[in-house]
Each structure stands twice: as C-alpha cells, then as structure tokens.
C-alpha cells in the first residue's frame, strides 16, 4: 500500500502501460509470454482501486486518506523497497567478517537472441557457468585453494533498456580449505584471499567461457529456434555458430573489493531489487513517445536522455520481464542453501569471532532501509487514533 506523505513520481511506467498498453498487446500478442502479459496488467493496476485497499478515518478530526493496494509484481518499480529492507535484513545474518569482492560476468552479444527465445535455459546456464568458474579457480591451490562465499544476482539490462543479459556476484575474500575438486577439508582452515585481491580474472574468463559453452551444446536439443534461429537447429549449424566464441573474450570483471560487511549491505541494497528501469529515470509521456535518462557509459558515464516510441519502450520493458518462478538470486560455496549455517558457523569459529549482530548495526546502510515502519498517524492533526476500513476491489470495465 501507499505510504503515509509519499510523493507519487510525476510519470510512472504504469502510466506508459495505461496510455499505450492495448496498442501495444495487440501489436505483439504473437510472442508476449505469459509472464510478461503478467506484468503488464499488474503494474498497470498496481495501487489503483481495481487492487482494492482501505479508507483510513481520524476518530479525532474525521479527516479520512484512501490507499490502495500494491500490486507486488518483482517487476514493478514501486514494490520493491519494501521487498528489499526484508531481503536485507534476512541476508545481513549470511555476513563475514571479510573482505568482500564485486564480479560481473557478461553473455557476448551474440548470444542476446537466442537468450531472448529460451531465457529460463541460458540465465540458468549463465548462473551454473559463472558460479562453476569461481569455485573451480577458487579451488586450485594455486589459486586460493578454498571455498568461497558467493552470491549472484541476474540483471538483463543495459541503461536504455537494451538486451544485456550478466550477473552482479559478491563473495568473501577467502574461504574453507578445500581439495582441487571443492570438497572442504576434514579440518578446515580459513584460506584468506591477498589484499586487494580475489582471483585472476583472465582465467575467470576462460573458464566461464569454456563452462557455458559447453553447457549450451548439451542443452542443443532443448533450445526453441524459429524465426532467424531456425537455421541453429542443425547441430553442424548450431556448433558453427558457437566456433567464433571460443576465440572471443568473455567480459568477466572485477571490481576493487568493498572492504568489510558494512560495504556489501551496500551493494546488495543497490542491486538485489532493482529492476530494469525506474520511474525517478522517465521524463515525459507525450505524443506516443517516452523520454528518459540514462548513463553513457560509453562517454564517460554522461547523463543523458533518450526518446522512444511507447510501444518500443514497452517492448524493451517486457524483455526484461523473468519467466515464471525463475529465481534470480543465488547462493554458492559457503553460502549454498543446503550447508549454509553449518559452514558460516565453521568459517566464524575459524576466524575468531562473534556473531556479526554488532557490524550489522554499525552498518551504515540509508536509515531508510533499515528504519521499522513509523507508527501511523493524521496528516492533518497528528493524531495516532485512526481507523481502517477496507475497500473492495473496483471491477475492471475493460
């Protein structure tokens, strides 16, 4: 639901689907997923009567505020706040007191289409590769030899909405001593990473290279090709196309590290739950096109604005729309779902310290996301003696 005093941006991307929704749908009913149809109609709806919500009465000075219901779509760019305070609060429990480094593994260009046709199969395969390449050179003793901790989250954006599938990962400068094959020792240690540095990105690299590609041509026989795709079902075909790739380098980097658990909230809290484009970023809607900023960062990073037909910005818009029940979040290493607790604890044992409860509150995270909801009150005479009650939901007449 709204919030109390909150400023509504002055265009929404709700306010494109509203305007030019049904043109749009009916320009590209022949490929729209489920899924993104989804999306559409949700963020369209999203805090409007059609959601419902509630009248909320002053019993003091009979002032009454209406707000409706969100929508809660993992796409809509007015529900994720909420969303990523509760992630937040749940991941901050996973931190060590470590170094933590930023990785961002990239899909080549020419792989944009056919991840457009079967994303559920190459953004897994993105995740495995990636994942896969970290804990094999992170494995090598003369490397790290050690089990690090990672996380990776999946964008498929670029600034302008332009299809640029990668994933945003951190991990712990270090690990559990490990074997060449990953398996932690019967007696670990903790292996800390040099300062300043994790792994050689170059052999990252061509290890995520070498894993998803070869990933990709076991999964030849389930991959969708039509349209300009049809020509790869030919496996020759298919293998031809994969050659130049081989050859090419992977875009893998890897930032400076964050330093400690106070920076990596830091990073999770920009990147975890955002989604392809905000509304604070739309300038205008007029004559059936839509203005909006971005970062060059082809140019030095220079803000600048760029103006598309509506049915165009929403094509691009729904691109990046997920299939359903895709997780786009993932935990590897020490920080795997199934062995997390026991090997966090192990790893605090081993690195002589307490629970992070004391980092976490000394982080230095935006208060707005870490602040518990404030107590609601009156915006017209303070008062805290309010009432709520519900509204049904408005019948859609389209």
């Not at 498929?156 to 398996?183: E, F, K, R």
Request: proline residues 6%.
């Amino acid at each position: 639901m709204t919030s109390p005093g909150e400023e509504r941006p002055k265009l929404e991307v709700a306010d494109v689907i509203r305007a030019h929704g049904d043109e749009f749908r009916a320009k590209f009913a022949a490929i729209l997923s489920d899924s993104q149809r989804k999306a559409l109609r949700d963020l369209a709806r999203c805090r409007t009567a059609e959601l419902g919500g509630h009248v909320e009465r002053c019993l003091d000075c009979g002032h009454e505020r209406i707000a409706y219901n969100s929508c809660r779509n993992r796409h809509c760019p007015k529900c994720q706040a909420q969303s990523r305070a509760e992630w937040l609060a749940r991941q901050a429990e996973h931190l060590l007191p470590v170094e933590y480094f930023h990785l961002v593994f990239t899909l080549p260009d020419e792989l944009s289409d056919l991840a457009k046709a079967n994303p559920s199969t190459l953004y897994d395969l993105l995740f495995q590769a990636a994942s896969a390449a970290v804990r094999e050179v992170a494995a090598n003793p003369k490397r790290l030899g050690a089990m690090p901790g990672l996380l990776l989250v999946l964008h498929t954006w670029g600034q302008t909405l332009t299809h640029h599938p990668h994933v945003h990962g951190i991990a712990t400068g270090g690990g559990l001593s490990c074997d060449a094959s990953g398996t932690i020792d019967a007696k670990p240690k903790w292996v800390k990473c040099k300062k300043g540095f994790f792994l050689p990105v170059r052999v990252l690299s061509r290890v995520f290279r070498g894993k998803y590609l070869d990933g990709l041509k076991r999964a030849h026989h389930t991959l969708r090709l039509f349209g300009k795709l049809a020509a790869l079902e030919d496996p020759a075909a298919f293998h031809a196309f994969l050659g130049p790739l081989y050859k090419k380098d992977w875009v893998v980097y890897a930032k400076k590290p964050f330093g400690g658990p106070t920076q990596a909230l830091k990073y999770l809290a920009r990147y975890t739950h955002r989604v392809a484009i905000g509304n604070s970023r739309l300038v205008s809607l007029e004559n059936g096109r839509v203005t909006f900023r971005y970062k060059d960062y082809a140019d030095e990073r220079k803000p600048k604005v760029m103006t598309l037909d509506a049915c165009e910005f929403l094509r691009r818009f729904v691109t990046h729309v997920l299939p359903r029940g895709f997780v786009k979040m993932r935990h590897y290493g020490l920080l795997a779902n199934r062995f997390r607790q026991e090997r966090l604890a192990l790893s605090r044992r081993l690195l002589l310290v307490e629970a992070i409860a004391e980092a976490v509150r000394e982080s230095s995270v935006e208060p707005k996301e870490w602040e518990p909801p404030k107590e609601r009150c009156c915006e017209q005479c303070g008062s805290r003696r309010l009432e709520c009650v519900p509204l049904p939901k408005a019948k859609n007449t389209s």
